[in-house]
């Protein structure tokens, strides 16, 4: 809409996507602000509550009763803020509208049918979870080779494509969209723990999109340029908007969870900024409390199997600590600490190539 004001009405101002990232920024926030309260209110009335993991740490029993699915209320809103902000016949822009569009019907099913059968194990089995994963990602990779996006691999602190991947981009591409969306979503286990180091990973990744598909900015940083990409940056500063708003409910103790509808969508689209980005490899440092806790829940999976015995209390490694003692305030401030300092990291590595 406000792109339309420039092109048919010639407001100047519009024309820019830092403007209209702003915008989609507030009118995403002020949004969530506002029907977050109305959405929990709902949720209590239908007791659409988060069934607690039987094996969780005993302080998680004072979570039971607390309404989840709230992804479905700041994904909404950054679908709206989208609408409203970007170019609607952005390519790049159309492929995150679907991405986000498809893993928030994934996580709806995963939750929905945890909310009506009460139990925390009764959600989709992970291979159809998996199964769906694939299937959307693909559909979303095939909206990149239909934009002929470059299929080259970067590699943090080199001026140049690595290789080119040809057709095993699509292998590649997918599996770092999988693996994205279900680290984001095996860190959603404490109050606010996965909701901060999103928004620092989508500011990372929605100024690198915007620097890539700048001509100059990116010619002197000596990143690739490709065009119409930086118009991905309005929707990440939408989702940032919804996601800081919905930390007012979420942080601890907790009024709402986002449950798989926000999670899944979260590291979903976060996977897809980064291959937009040309920052697949890069997304280890910008994710990586996702990637943290997704590795600690291989290794503790993988050394039960082969050798019977432990790598931590508990995984993912976020219970690990709550086992040791940690009060969850200071697990879930530590974590953000560190997400903060990885991010800072990936941003150095755009300079000192």
């Not at 209590?44 to 039987?54: C, F, L, M, S, T």
């Not at 700041?74 to 902000?85: D, E, G, P, R």
């Not at 009506?116 to 990602?137: C, H, W, Y």
């Amino acid at each position: 809409m406000f792109y339309w004001f420039y092109r048919h009405l010639d407001i100047n101002i519009f024309q820019y996507i830092s403007i209209r990232a702003g915008l989609g920024f507030f009118i995403a926030f002020l949004m969530t602000v506002y029907l977050m309260p109305k959405f929990i209110n709902w949720a209590k009335a239908k007791k659409a509550n988060q069934p607690i993991y039987e094996h969780a740490p005993e302080s998680h029993q004072a979570k039971v009763g607390t309404p989840t699915m709230g992804g479905v209320v700041f994904v909404m809103t950054t679908l709206i803020a989208t609408v409203l902000t970007a170019k609607l016949n952005n390519i790049y822009v159309i492929g995150a509208l679907t991405t986000i569009f498809l893993f928030c019907l994934i996580g709806i099913k995963d939750d929905l049918a945890k909310i009506t059968t009460n139990k925390n194990d009764e959600g989709l089995t992970p291979r159809m979870k998996i199964v769906l994963q694939v299937f959307a990602s693909i559909i979303v990779i095939s909206i990149l080779y239909y934009a002929s996006h470059p299929t080259t691999l970067y590699i943090p602190f080199q001026k140049h494509a690595l290789f080119d991947m040809g057709f095993y981009s699509i292998i590649f591409w997918t599996l770092v969209m999988i693996a994205s969306t279900n680290a984001v979503n095996l860190t959603d286990g404490l109050d606010g723990l996965a909701t901060v180091p999103s928004v620092i990973a989508f500011f990372t990744l929605s100024l690198i999109v915007y620097i890539t598909g700048h001509a100059i900015i990116s010619e002197y940083l000596l990143l690739p340029n490709i065009k119409l990409v930086g118009e991905l940056a309005i929707v990440g500063a939408s989702f940032m908007g919804a996601l800081i708003a919905f930390l007012w409910y979420n942080s601890h103790p907790a009024q709402v969870f986002m449950g798989d509808s926000g999670s899944l969508t979260i590291g979903g689209f976060m996977g897809y900024m980064a291959i937009v980005a040309k920052s697949e490899i890069l997304l280890v440092a910008i994710g990586f409390i996702f990637v943290l806790e997704a590795v600690s829940v291989i290794l503790q999976v993988g050394s039960f199997k082969y050798r019977k015995k432990r790598v931590f209390l508990m995984a993912p490694i976020h219970h690990h600590f709550e086992k040791k003692g940690w009060m969850e305030n200071k697990i879930i401030v530590r974590f953000w600490i560190i997400a903060f300092m990885t991010n800072l990291v990936a941003l150095a590595s755009l300079k000192i190539r």
